[in-house]
């Protein structure tokens, strides 16, 4: 599997990791796992692990809705 750890402050804000989750589900219907889960020290993290080992044409829809995000 394909995984990325992308920081969400520029879009979604300072939330807590699980809260930036449901708020992206909530946006734009695309899911992830909080970052925080994959650290030791997990207070100061701020991103959500996304995973794209999936169709192209999936990949695209979701790159067009996450790019709606922007200010």
């Known amino acids: 599997a394909y995984y990325v750890l992308a920081d969400y402050r520029g ?3 300072d939330l807590p990791p699980y ?3 449901l708020a992206l589900i909530d946006k734009v219907g695309i899911n992830g796992v909080p970052g925080d ?3 030791a ?3 100061p ?3 959500i692990r996304f995973q794209f080992a999936v169709d192209e044409s999936v990949l695209d829809g979701a790159c067009e809705r996450l790019a709606g995000l922007k200010g």
């Open 19 to 21: 809260e930036a989750v």
């Open 11 to 13: 879009v979604l804000g």
């Open 37 to 39: 889960l994959f650290f």
């Open 45 to 47: 993290v701020r991103s």
């Open 41 to 43: 020290n997990p207070d």
